[in-house]
């Protein structure tokens, strides 16, 4: 097991620009979440998956940030048109959740985005 | 909504000293209540947690026990070290019964501690 892990972790874009990133969640777990944390707040919860079915999406994710997870394991969350604004670090965390037990969310490193 | 609130930093201390961030929180049910702390250039590890009222949450040293009745969930280390110096979050997780799983977070207190 060698956790969540994210690419990449650091990303430069000028304003505009369409981002991509990715997450590898820990292989047995079955949810998998995004959150973004700016400079000297706590992460923002943006959206999570159940499997390849992204179940809520915060206000917080406009028109041009979507995530996917077509399989069930890896997710890519894609930002179009890149704002100043979106800079920020975007976390990824997985937890594995069933009928009778709901496990605690491990946090990948992050990827942190800046935009020019 | 559910919401965090955490002890404003930054917190500066000497090694050995006693620590004490303090955390208090409002939501509906019965959450679980989380610490994570997030040292320099990492992600964010889960540090202790505690499910129901009363319970007690210990990891390394540190201390939560989760109070409803005050719905608080302080954090507290007897004598901390230089290698404690990081971002310490409190969080929340709706109960369980529900469809959302997410984790509402306070805005993180920096600690400090010097040799």
């Known amino acids: 097991d060698t956790g969540v892990s994210q690419d990449p972790r650091h990303k430069i874009t000028k304003r505009g620009q369409n981002v991509t990133f990715r997450c590898d969640p820990i292989?047995?777990?079955?949810?998998l979440y995004w959150y973004r944390q700016t400079l000297g707040q706590g992460p923002e919860f943006l959206t999570y998956?159940?499997?390849?079915?992204?179940?809520?999406k915060s206000r917080l994710l406009s028109d041009r940030f979507s995530a996917e997870r077509p399989k069930g394991s890896f997710s890519t969350l894609e930002i179009q048109r890149t704002e100043q604004g979106d800079s920020a670090m975007y976390l990824c965390?997985?937890?594995?959740?069933?009928?009778?037990?709901?496990?605690?969310?491990?946090f990948g490193p992050g990827t942190r985005l800046t935009v020019l | 909504g559910n919401s965090v609130t955490q002890m404003e930093g930054p917190v500066t201390l000497s090694e050995e000293a006693f620590l004490t961030i303090n955390c208090t929180y409002t939501?509906?049910?019965?959450?679980?209540i989380f610490w994570y702390v997030q040292y320099p250039g990492e992600g964010l590890q889960l540090l202790l947690k505690?499910?129901?009222?009363?319970d007690k949450g210990s990891n390394k040293g540190f201390e939560a026990t989760y109070r409803k009745e005050t719905t608080s969930f302080h954090l507290e280390k007897g004598s901390v070290q230089v290698s404690d110096s990081a971002v310490y979050f409190c969080?929340?997780?709706?109960?369980?019964?529900?469809?959302?799983?997410?984790?509402?977070f306070g805005k993180g207190t920096l600690l400090t501690v010097n040799p």
């Open positions: 998956f159940q499997n390849e079915a992204q179940l809520e």
């Open positions: 505690a499910t129901k009222a009363d």
């Open positions: 939501a509906t049910g019965y959450p679980s």
């Open positions: 969080a929340l997780r709706k109960g369980s019964g529900g469809s959302n799983y997410k984790l509402t």
């Open positions: 965390a997985s937890s594995l959740v069933n009928l009778r037990y709901t496990d605690t969310q491990y």
């Open positions: 292989s047995e777990h079955n949810r």
